[in-house]
């Protein structure tokens, strides 16, 4: 009888034992990041970046900044419906890819927010899971444009003495490492270069290796709001009033597409189109440009701002961030799109 109770405590005291291993296992497996296999991943498009990057689509959900609860992380199903908030974060440069998440935090915006006055970590770069769980710091000061590509989350790192400069850090938050001490965006990066405007410097677009050397010249001109579809580099010229142009990958055959003053532009994913932003004074509107035939439309007059695509969709705002508008691509049908606020 003794003997038996001996075992049975014994036995009871090993599935003891072996509960908290696998509890342990789970914690440490359960918070080590899974690596992407293809080094060529990328979070979100070089024209929605460029836009503050506030949707982003990712197997079948969309990831946005709310506008009607100051900009914080929600989802919602690519069909618009399903609507979740995903944390009580101010996010901007959303970029997905397989199960997480990175973004820019900057909670030192946010309006009467309890949680961000006492919060440790207002503003940096973060990643969180698809589900919203498992929040991880990758850098902990103020950044802007942030670009996933492969394993690497590209990004404007602060520094109080030196302002701005781009930076690259693993998905894990490890080997952080400058490379380029000027606050370059980094927009367009595609088959391991990093293509953007000049600072410092000059204007000119340039090309960098994702490891931080072969630097060099695209074109000379004076740009700015780089961005990269296909083989084309687009940008406004603001030697020309801020007219929209674009010119190979190689720097070869510049044009221009739109001799407008624009404020901000973006192009779909099938390339087809260009949808853009006029800000002359006179005749400001939301068009869209076929760049098969090179014609233009008015969509709708007024002044808008972060022309974001997802999905099918444009969702473009108005300039204060007021109104949240979705334009659908096949029906060229344009609506107000009122999101809920969840407590």
Known sequence: MKKNLILRRVFIGILAIAAVIIIIYTIVTGNQTKFY??????GNTSGNLLNGGLFCENEGKIYFANPYDE???YSMDDDLSNVKKLVDDRVSYINSAGGYIFYTRRNDQ?????????SLSTTGLFRINTSGHGVKKLYNDPTQVLCLYGNNVYYQHYDQKKGLELYSIKIDGSDGKKLLNEPAAPYSIHNGKIYYTGWNKDHYIHSLGTSGSGSQVIYAGNCTNLSRHGSYLYFMDMANNYSLCRV????????TLVNERIATYNIPEDGTSLFYQVDNGTDNGLYRMDLTTMKSSLITAGDFNYLNFASGYLFYETFDQSNLYTYNLSTGQSQLHKIEKED
């Open 110 to 118: 946010l309006e009467n927010d309890v949680d961000a006055i006492i």
């Open 37 to 42: 296999d293809d080094e060529s991943t990328t």
């Open 71 to 73: 900009n914080k992380l």
């Open 248 to 255: 190979s990958l190689d720097g070869s055959s510049v044009e």
